[in-house]
């Protein structure tokens, strides 16, 4: 069975880049361009993993992070930024905002298909662990 | 009209003794040559009634210099208050354009904004360049390729991924373009607010240059932002 994965990219040419890599190693992939249209998906479909650009327009979608954990409790997040030239701290901020929010995984842009390959290996060894969890708490 | 020597004379047309209050009533000139006449008549018979009439033009004359000098000094007084009113109002449009290009504040635009954008620019065409031959590397490696290859199918995805991860620069890009746009306007905004404060509008017509001219005749203005500005049918036409 395939895995899943939900891209929230406000670029539709970055949405197509990256959603290339993952279909190269695998992945379903359904890309939204902004926070709402990803919790609609989180409420309608099932995931493995939730790939969410940090800055969506003027938007910080680290500030919504509650909320996508709410709609998808087990759902492993990976988060990317290119941060803002403008403001040369906020990729840093962005960065230390989201482990401090307990993030699976940091993709800071430009990344690469053997970043992808990497996560998407580790999104596997979570969901082993999730299943070996559930099994050993069923037996 | 000669006057006999010896004889007393009266001029005629004139009191020998003028009406001490009647000196801003004559002109200046006619109590000078009053003085003049006076002075070069003959030797009076009675010295006392002479000088007194000398005296009294001589009184007459001082009385209209005087009227003179404070006309005089009034009038460059008036002249020296237009002047000095016309000069305020020449020192505070220049106070005016003064403060407008501080705000300018045409150092931190050369310093920091302009260099910044050059930066940018820079950094935009190198990426570009980058991603240029990393995709054209990738396409002539595909093209190389054996068609008979088992693992072809492998081979050409990953050069494709390649092709893909090159492209990934268009995310920066788009950031360095908005920063460029934002130096420009800046420099534009402050431009406009001292074009409004010094008064200086757009001419109504405004005469190409023969360089302008000649871009224009000769099409040298770049590709069209939007597309070509003759749609292909038309250009089909030419050739049929």
Known sequence: MSRHVLILEDSRTQATIISKMFQRVGYETTCVVTSD???????????????????????????????????????????????????PDASAESLNKARRA???FLLPKPFYFDDVKQICGDVDTYWSHIDASKQAVAS | MSIPIGVTSTPPNRPLHPDPHHGTKGS?????????TDMNAPSPSDPTTVNAA????????????QGVVTQ????????????????????????????????????????????SADAELEA????????????????????????????????IDDEVMKMFESCAFQDITGQRVSKIIKVLK???????????????????????????????DLLLNGPAIGGPE???????ALFD
Do not use: C, W
């Not at chain 1, 800055?55 to 803002?84: C, K, W």
């Not at chain 2, 000069?87 to 300018?104: H, N």
């Not at chain 2, 534009?188 to 871009?215: F, Y």
């Open chain 2, 54 to 65: 000398l005296d009294n033009n001589l009184l007459d004359l001082m009385h209209q210099s």
């Open chain 2, 124 to 155: 935009i065409t190198r990426d570009t360049e980058v991603a240029t031959n990393a995709i054209m590397t990738s396409a002539e490696t595909i093209m190389g390729m054996n068609a008979g290859d088992p693992d072809l199918k492998v081979a």
């Open chain 1, 37 to 87: 249209e990803a919790q609609e998906q989180l409420r309608v479909g099932a995931f493995d993993l939730l790939l969410l650009d940090v800055f969506v327009e003027s938007h910080n979608t680290l500030d919504d992070l509650q909320g996508y954990r709410d709609l998808a409790p087990h759902v492993p997040v990976a988060i990317m930024t290119a941060g803002q030239l403008d403001n």
């Open chain 2, 72 to 115: 005089t000094r009034d009038f460059f007084h008036q002249l020296d208050a237009q002047r000095t009113a016309e000069f305020r109002v020449i020192a505070g449009f220049l106070e005016k354009a003064r403060a407008e290009l501080r705000d300018l504040r045409p150092h931190e635009i050369s310093e920091k904004g302009l260099p």
């Open chain 2, 28 to 36: 200046l000139p006619d109590a000078a040559d009053n003085l003049k």
């Open chain 2, 186 to 216: 800046q420099i534009e905004e402050r431009l406009n607010g001292l074009s409004q404060t010094l008064g200086i509008g757009e001419s109504a017509e405004h005469a190409l240059t023969a360089e302008e001219i000649r871009r224009r």
């Open chain 1, 102 to 104: 307990r993030v699976n």
């Open chain 2, 230 to 236: 003759t749609d292909q049918s038309a250009i089909d």
